[in-house]
């Protein structure tokens, strides 16, 4: 069969930037074309040569409740019959700030933003505006979207002062961005015990979805909330991806900790762009116009997007909807630990809620990004292949989290476990 993608990928590469408008689209750590996709439906992913694939990236994560579902396609469908964007206040987004409100208590008010970056950025200038503090504190292999301050790459050594990440950030930007290691909370009370008052916050990724899916330890968090009550410092749970995956709450709820702040994106627009960063009202309200710190955006809060987000939430809000999508994740890799055991492949899986994490080792524990740069990711590398040719479409990167739908049913778990057992026997 004519490979579609192939052809449209060395058009695309004489146009768009490496052919794609996001990086880890480019299949550059798994080698070979990135796949064309023309459609989705529910679980169900399709490529532009017709063949169909069971999704687990879902648009890196938003697709919560599946591709096209008829509620959120009606939503916005008749919302842009009445026009797409009013660069006026809607009751759209109070509709849809009140659905945000009842699944996440911690937030009394909230601003929409069109990126999760934008909500980290946004998070960054706040939290520096409200306690007259520059330092930011993240942690190794968390990721908050690409803004300067946080595209810092950990140095050597323990913890590090940042260090520029990417080529374009100023060192004078990021010499006020701080790096330890995920999970480890003495080497938090370290740089806390050096720099703390002048912390103005954490910034962390409660369930880590961007070096593959870490849970952070329960002790972790709670370290984190109690340093930061002790000094001052604001802390902020990036749930950008966490959000409504990792409970229905959130990982807040997962966890039963309140950040001060939150940055959600991905879900709560339901495949449009949404971000929106929430929290206290006595920081939010620092934000302009009730306060001095600016932020602004054109199509922050659009209906079109708004309409999409509030459809998502309100269909995963119903009773034992997202608690379904839970259980069937268990299926999944309880399955793939069977199957993989059965052909003496080492796996280890993490599951948070709908989303989860699967590694080539044989250690006991995976808990920061050195324990997941030690996986075998050239397995990781066949795994990956194998699966795409047998219809299973995964993230291209040993470093990202897999994603479930309200949509994956049975038959979609049977066409994954076959295909995993096909390739776990070659692999
Ligand atoms: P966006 O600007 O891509 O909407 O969100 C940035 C962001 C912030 N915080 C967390 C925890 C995130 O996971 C993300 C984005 N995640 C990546 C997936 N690893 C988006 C996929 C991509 O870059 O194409």
Redesign the pocket.
Known sequence: MSNQSERLFAEAQQHLVGGVN????AFRSVGGTPVFMRRGSGAWIEDVDGKQYVDYVLS?GPLAIGHAHPKVVSAIAETAASGTSFGAPTELETELALRVKSLMPAIERIRMVN????A?MSAVRLARGYTGRDRILKFRGN???HVDALLVEAGSGVLTLGIPGSPGVPASVTETTLTAPFNDIEGVKALFAEYGDSIAAVLV?PVA??MNCVPARPDFLAGLRALCDESGALLVF?E??SGFRAALGGAQAHYGIHPDLT?L??VIGGGLPV?ALGGRAEVMEYLAPSGPVYQAGTLSGNPLAMASGLATLNELAKPDVHANAEAWTARLLAGMQERARAAGVPLLTHQVGTMFGVFFTDAERVERFEDVAECDAERFVRFFHGMLEAGVYLAPSAF?AGFVSTAHDDVALSHTLDAAERVFADL
């Open positions: 996001s990086a880890v689209r890196y990126s999760g970056t934008e980290c990721y908050h979207g990724e979805g961007n990036d950008v991806m940055c994106g991905k971000g990202e």
